[in-house]
């Protein structure tokens, strides 16, 4: 770069990752303990209208009691977005 200010387009955010998801449609492998940290991965969910209900189902893995939550995303116009929370039992 000729200059510290100049502007770097960058023609995406981040690679797409895949997780293993266990499939529970089958007898699980119950010989292995599950201990996956990410439990539920989408890195492309679009969403068109404002506060929409988004469900998210997933497996628990053995270990996991609260889970945090983690939303990232883009706008239209290309602000970035993020939210984290902690679930725990009992909570709304």
């Known amino acids: 770069m000729e200059s510290p200010t100049d502007i770097v387009n960058y023609s995406g955010y981040t690679v797409i990752k895949e997780f293993y998801n266990p499939d529970y449609d089958k007898q699980p492998d119950n010989s292995k303990a599950d201990k996956r ?3 539920s991965w989408n890195p492309s969910l679009f969403v068109a209208e404002v506060n929409p209900v988004i469900p998210v189902i997933f497996y628990n893995n053995d270990q996991t009691k609260r889970f945090k939550i983690v939303a990232e995303g883009v706008t239209s116009d290309g602000r970035m977005l993020m939210i984290e929370k ?3 039992p009992g909570s709304n």
């Open 37 to 39: 940290m990410t439990l």
């Open 86 to 88: 902690i679930i725990e």
